[in-house]
């Protein structure tokens, strides 16, 4: 069974930094598009930062929200199959649940399936 737990998240003071992680697990062939989402109470979620797959023309690139360029880095570990969100110079306005998402392909009994996958969510609190 394919899974998505994340990890990381936190309670901080505005300023401060943090990393989420989020490893995937079971039977996985490949990790294609991998991305972090949040929403906060009463709002959308929204897109973070993601990494687009490999197979397409021009090969991975990283994109970011407007509101966390220069502060949010996205990175993968493909051996490890994790995917991080490294957050400084937080704000209040970070506060949200974040959520990983990743498209890849695993092993389904006798043939290899392509599917998105979400995790639970962690929660970062930025307090003023």
């Known amino acids: 069974q394919v899974q998505l737990v994340e990890s990381g998240g936190g309670l901080v003071q505005a300023g401060e930094s943090l990393r989420l992680s989020c490893a995937a697990s079971?039977?996985?062939?490949?990790?294609?598009?991998v991305g972090w989402y949040r929403q906060a109470p009463g709002k959308q979620r929204e897109s973070v930062a993601n990494?687009?797959?490999?197979?397409?023309?021009?090969?991975?690139?990283?994109n970011y929200a407007d509101s966390v360029k220069g502060r949010f880095t996205i990175s993968r570990d493909g051996a490890k199959n994790t995917i991080y969100l490294e957050m400084s110079s937080l704000k209040p306005e970070d506060t949200a649940e974040y959520s990983c998402?990743?498209?890849?392909?695993?092993?389904?009994?006798?043939?290899?399936?392509?599917?998105?996958?979400w995790g639970q969510g962690t929660q970062v609190t930025v307090s003023s």
């Open positions: 998402n990743a498209i890849l392909t695993y092993y389904g009994g006798s043939a290899l399936i392509t599917d998105a996958f």
């Open positions: 079971g039977p996985i062939f490949s990790v294609d598009a």
């Open positions: 990494i687009t797959s490999s197979r397409i023309v021009g090969g991975r690139s990283k």
